[in-house]
């Protein structure tokens, strides 16, 4: 059912869940623990609690919801992005990429090419673009985008391997910024692709720190994702 949105945005309020919080498991993935991580699986209310650090996400927009899907012998619960809904954390210094590397990850389901699972892109006081942005394609498979807020950007899409194909999966993109391939994708527990991105802008590309807050399931400039998520960690 839709998610009754309270007028108070502070992402950092406490769930009223009342079960234990397991950790998310990246062990598939041998990437380091995340900064901060979202199992997006209360089932009520307008937040995902963090379960590693970096702040609470509150659902935003309308029509939330949260769904159940179930598999033999297994079940879980999602939150639901139908295209005007979607979560915000606020800006933390955690989630930042600066002049290092990034790993993001989410489990989702969606058939939508171009969308959007996590974006902390946005505006400097001069109009540039600064930060990070991982969405869907339009071949379907999955992306980054880094700006570095002096007009600097790049961006690759990973689109050998579909992801908008109404399933579930769980993905990586790993972006390293001084390694011979630059962006690596992990999908369900394995490697899936590697990919360089273009020389010239890499070498310029500065630092990625922004100061706009996590969207997850839209970029700040719409680009929404219609479909379910959960599980994200950065």
């Known amino acids: 059912s839709p998610v009754k949105l309270s007028s108070d945005d502070d992402a950092s309020t406490t769930s009223t869940a009342s ?18 991580a979202w199992r997006f699986d209360e089932g009520r209310g307008a937040i995902a609690s963090s379960v590693d650090g970096g702040g609470n996400a509150r659902l935003a927009g309308d029509d939330c919801r949260w769904t159940n899907f179930s ?9 639901e992005l139908p295209g005007a809904c979607w979560a915000r954390v606020s800006h933390r210094a955690s989630l930042n990429a600066g002049m290092g590397s990034l790993s993001a990850c989410a489990r989702f389901r969606t058939t939508m090419r171009g969308g959007t699972l996590l974006s902390k892109l946005g ?10 942005c991982v969405e869907l394609g339009e071949e379907g498979g999955l992306g980054v985008s880094l700006a570095d807020g ?4 790049t961006n690759r899409e990973l689109g050998r391997t579909l992801l908008a194909d109404d399933r579930w999966h769980h993905a990586c993109v790993v972006f390293q910024r001084r390694a011979p391939s630059q962006l690596v994708l992990y999908v369900d527990g394995a490697l899936a692709e590697r990919a360089f991105l273009e020389s010239t802008p890499l070498a310029r590309l500065g630092s990625l720190d922004s100061v706009a807050p996590l969207l997850i399931g839209r970029r700040g400039d719409g680009s929404p994702l219609r479909g379910a998520i959960r599980d994200v960690g950065v």
């Not at 002096?150 to 950007?153: E, K, R």
Request: net charge positive; charged share 20%.
């Open 123 to 132: 505006a400097s006081a001069d109009g540039q673009l600064s930060g990070w």
């Open 71 to 79: 598999r033999t012998n297994r079940s879980w619960t999602a939150a």
């Open 19 to 36: 079960r234990p919080r397991p950790r998310v498991d990246w062990t598939g993935f041998r990437l380091p623990t995340p900064a901060a």
């Open 150 to 153: 002096s007009g600097v950007s």
